[in-house]
C-alpha cells in the first residue's frame, strides 16, 4: 500500500522568511495530494491540494509543487507569520483512501 | 449547516468497558472516515464508508467496529476499551465520486482508557 513520509518532523522560522516541507510517496498510482493544518487542539483543515495533471498551484502565501517522476510533492509558506504556527500534514491518495505523513510543526518566531 | 459533529467530545472509560462514538454529517456526503491520532503518529485510518450500509477496513482497524445504517451518520464502537486505545479520535467525511476529494473534519474525541 501507499507510504508517505514527511520532512522535517518540526521546523522553526523567523517570522518574514519562508517555510518548506517535503513529502515523499511511495504508489506510483496516487494522483492527489492535500495538505492539512492542524492548529493546538482544533480539527485538521484543508488548506491546499494538487492533483498529479498539475506540477504547480499557489493560493496567496502558499504554494505546492508536486514531482511524479520523484514522487515527492512540497508545501512552501512564503512571508511566514505567527498565525502559521500549526502542525502541517501532507497525504496521497489513488483508488484507495488518503494515507497521512506524520506531520511537521511549525513555529513561527516573531 | 453544523458540518461534522462528533458525540461526545471527552470520555474516559475504564479498561474492559465498551462505547460508541457518534459521527454526523449535513453536507449529503457520501464517504465517511474514522482516524485515530497520537503524538508523533499523524492520522491513522481506523474504518471508513463509502455509502450507506457499507464499511471497510483501514490501516488499524482491530479493535473497533462501525455502522453506517444512514447515511449521516457513521459509529465507532470499542467493545472492550485497551489502554493503547487512549487517543483523539477524528470523523471525516468527503463528497462522492472517490477518495481524492477534500475531507471536513470534525472536532475530535479525546478518549482515555485506565
Known amino acids: 500500500g501507499e507510504n508517505v513520509e514527511q520532512h522535517p518532523s518540526t521546523l522553526s522560522v523567523q517570522e518574514g522568511d519562508s517555510a518548506v516541507i517535503k513529502c515523499t510517496y511511495s504508489d506510483s498510482a496516487s494522483n492527489y495530494f492535500p495538505w492539512y493544518k492542524q492548529e493546538l487542539g482544533k480539527r485538521p483543515q484543508l488548506i491546499i491540494d494538487i492533483r498529479s495533471n498539475v506540477g504547480e498551484k499557489k493560493d496567496q502565501r502558499i504554494a505546492v509543487t508536486l514531482n511524479k517522476t520523484a514522487k515527492h510533492f512540497s508545501l512552501h509558506i512564503t512571508e511566514t507569520q505567527p498565525e502559521d504556527s500549526a502542525v502541517y500534514f501532507c497525504a496521497a491518495s489513488g483508488n484507495t483512501p488518503l494515507v497521512f505523513g506524520k506531520g511537521t510543526r511549525l513555529s513561527v518566531i516573531a | 449547516n453544523a458540518g461534522v459533529t462528533q458525540t461526545p467530545k471527552f470520555r474516559v472509560l475504564k479498561t474492559g468497558q465498551s462505547m460508541t462514538l457518534l459521527c454526523a454529517q449535513d453536507?449529503?456526503?457520501?464517504?465517511m472516515y474514522w482516524y485515530r491520532q497520537d503524538p508523533g503518529m499523524g492520522l491513522r485510518l481506523i474504518h471508513y464508508?463509502?455509502?450507506?450500509?457499507?464499511?471497510a477496513k483501514g490501516e488499524v482497524p482491530d479493535g473497533y467496529n462501525v455502522s453506517r445504517l444512514k447515511k449521516q451518520n457513521f459509529l465507532l464502537g470499542l467493545e472492550s476499551a485497551a489502554p493503547s486505545q487512549t487517543s483523539v479520535y477524528f470523523c471525516?467525511?468527503?463528497?462522492?465520486?472517490?477518495?481524492?476529494?477534500?475531507?471536513?473534519f470534525g472536532d475530535g474525541t479525546r478518549l482515555s482508557i485506565l
Open positions: 453536507m449529503n456526503h457520501e464517504y
Open positions: 464508508s463509502v455509502g450507506e450500509g457499507t464499511t
Open positions: 471525516a467525511s468527503s463528497p462522492t465520486g472517490s477518495h481524492n476529494q477534500p475531507q471536513h
